[in-house]
């Protein structure tokens, strides 16, 4: 069946479909493609993205009030300083996205994903509110997750118990570590997801995320606590590899902004009707669709490689809805 039918079969589906097969990463294609993956990484780091939003967080962290190793051997107002530091861009950019998005409307339904608005006096959420539930495991639990991480290889820093390393040291390294960070994520992600939707895992903490079937700016890290143990686990990485602060800090902020992106429902920002920055990720809006398919990100292509992929195709769902029925029937 021609690649274009299948497309319409699930742009039924969907209120917005991007109109296009989602694809990987082409960095892992056989054989090579130099080109694709130019133009892939351009899309990252070269115009504005969730990539260069965290980039561009880390400096001003780094600028403004991140503590350098030598201050942090013990407890002080910079463990304050890195709270706030992730807990006001967090609530600016997720309250200024639903803001606009979702209260004031700003772009309508265009571009968005799924046309209903977030759950209201619905007891499936805490508050009987999406919006307020969503903020409430957001901040509570993901930002104190995340700076008790942060806090910790601070620390382990201030004392010589973490590796530590600088542009002055390891230009190469430095510059490199950036890129490769995104990868260990995928990784990381990939795994502690499908081990989250393990049954038991699933029930105890995964499905509090899930509640959120139609998505929003503060869906993205409304978690159980367990969960974000395991979310932020990625982090400890820094803890073994020699790192620096503007690492580590681009790394929280790649693991807290994005998800906010991701999550928006929308698939753009339209700024005079023109789609000006790319927001809503397809690839992970068709895993709280179908719940079984999609467990890691389009950086690396695990899900295809373990046949868990949906590149939004109506052949890709029928496929998905096989192996969730297998699933749920042994």
Known sequence: MPPEI?????????HYHPGTVVENNPLFDWPP??????????????????????????????????????QTAMPGGWVIAIWLGFLIPHSALAGGLHLWLYRAKGQGHRL????????????????RSQVRDNMFWSLVSGISFA?????????????????????AENPVW???????????????????????????????????????????PWSGISMHPLEHAIYFSSLLIHFVIPTSPMHILFHVYAFTLHPICS??????????????????????????????????????PWDRWFGTFHNGTAEATKRTRAFKKQMYTK
Request: proline fraction near 3%; include cysteine; charged fraction near 15%.
């Open 112 to 127: 968005k994903y799924d046309q209903r608005g977030q759950a209201e006096n619905n007891g499936t959420f805490t508050f």
């Open 6 to 14: 299948d497309i319409r079969g699930e742009a039924d589906r969907w």
């Open 147 to 167: 700076t008790l991480y942060t806090v910790s290889w601070f620390w382990a820093a201030g004392n010589g118990w973490a590796a530590t390393t600088s542009f």
């Open 174 to 216: 430095w510059v490199a570590w950036f890129p490769l960070m995104l990868l260990w994520g995928s990784f990381h992600f990939y795994w502690v997801h499908r081990a989250l939707h393990v049954p038991i895992l699933y029930r105890v903490a995964h499905a509090l995320h899930h509640r959120n079937v139609n998505v929003g």
């Open 263 to 300: 999550h928006s429902g929308f698939d753009g920002l339209l700024v005079t009707d023109k789609k000006r920055a790319q927001l809503g990720d397809f690839f992970h809006q068709l895993h709280h669709k179908y719940f079984e398919c999609n467990y890691g990100t389009v950086e690396m």
């Open 33 to 70: 493609r130099p080109r694709a993956v130019l133009q892939w990484y351009r899309a990252y780091w070269l115009v504005i993205s969730t990539t260069t939003l965290s980039l561009l967080m880390a400096v001003l962290a780094i600028w403004l009030w991140a503590p350098s190793p030598d």
